[in-house]
């Protein structure tokens, strides 16, 4: 699933998920600050920059991290925390960044943010609603969101698997400058559609770097990085599925079951021994992301050469239109030649459409059968 959401019901299991949240990566440099504000409420507070425990634990009370005060009347237990937003990179994107050099791995990762951005701005601007009133029993739009996203790199199984976290929390500012809790049910609507957002943007940030990618039903794969490859680092993924056959699950209750049964511990280890172990893993694949690169055709490419398909084409029908013409000529020399103007002027049309680049820029060719994409594990 490329965008899942969980609740955090109480302050305490909140402020626990911010510490997981900063042991969770172990890509990130030592001494890094886990997360990042984003959302227009963090502007109205002055929050920006690294995710402090402080104002971390400040927010989830309901207070003004900078100021003390008061916001919202947080409950306790009554009062829920926030809600965890996760956004996933396709599998074969995760393999990419793990294989490429340190400005690749940026520019990816730069891409993978700002889909993440993009999402949650839509879901600011479109589905965060705030409470007013008795209980919460008077909804209305709220004037941004409150949130603190967690990059992270590698799943349970220390396999490349770039997602975010964006813990969205439950306290937005209203039009009129007040402050309240904000309606949970909305964002589990709209979940479907921030993910689909989210696929489209990362799809077409990569495009733009010059990443070759194949677009399919629900989301899209790197066209760089063979299934098979994609598939030995999904372990994480085979396990659950395994887990799910051996115990009957199918339902999606059932495959969470299937995903706790094989949860292991955390594993530790640091950013270069992550990036060599991927690189021994992808070299015992006989895989190598630099002649790949060479076998695969840019975009660029397969757009310039469906324009030359286009030129043959034409100048194959204006040739044939040559031929036609003295033929019939000859067949009619006893009569009178009357030119059916409407063949020719349809030819001519056919021929500039075929040689129009924007009729062609948007087709792609796949020979391969669609399978299920791999996404977070």
Known sequence: MVASISVRKSVAAAAAYYQHMGKDD??????????????????RLSLEG?????????????????TGERLILANGIAHTAGWDMT?????????????SNENQRQTIEAAHQKAVNTALKHLENNHAW???????????????????????????????????????FNLAPRHDGSWGAIVGRELY?????????????????????????????????????????????SKRREAIENAAETYGY??????????????????????????????EEAKTLEFDLENQHKLTPKPEIIQARGHENSLEIR????????????????EMRPK??????????????????????????????????????????
């Open 130 to 168: 705030a409470r007013r009133g008795r209980r919460g029993s008077i909804k209305e739009r709220t004037a941004g969101l409150l949130v603190a996203a967690f990059d992270h790199h590698t799943s349970r199984d220390l396999d490349p698997q770039l997602h975010t976290h964006a813990f969205i």
């Open 26 to 43: 172990y890509y990130a440099r030592e001494g890094e600050a886990p997360g990042r504000w984003e959302g227009r409420a963090a502007e």
């Open 336 to 377: 009178k030649v009357i030119q059916p103007p409407n063949i020719a002027r349809l030819l001519q049309r056919l021929a500039t459409t075929l040689d129009s680049p924007s009729r062609m820029s948007g087709i792609r060719f796949s020979l391969r059968q669609k399978e299920r994409n791999l996404e977070r594990e």
């Open 50 to 66: 690294s995710v402090s425990k402080s104002d971390f634990e400040a927010a989830l009370e309901g207070l003004d991290p900078r």
């Open 250 to 279: 199918s339902t999606a209750k059932g495959m969470e079951m299937a995903a706790l049964r094989t949860r292991k511990p955390k594993q530790e280890m640091n950013r270069e021994a992550l990036l060599s172990k991927w690189r």
């Open 189 to 233: 609507l709209a979940q479907k559609e921030a993910g689909s957002m989210y696929r489209a943007e990362f799809a077409n940030g990569l495009e733009r770097s010059g990443v070759g990618i194949t677009r399919e039903a629900e989301s899209f794969r790197v066209t760089a990085i063979p299934r098979d490859v994609e598939r030995a680092f």
């Open 87 to 99: 956004f996933s990179a396709p599998k074969s994107a995760s393999v990419l960044w793990a294989l």
């Open 315 to 330: 100048s194959d029908l204006r040739a044939k239109t040559t031929q036609m013409q003295p033929e019939k000529h000859a």
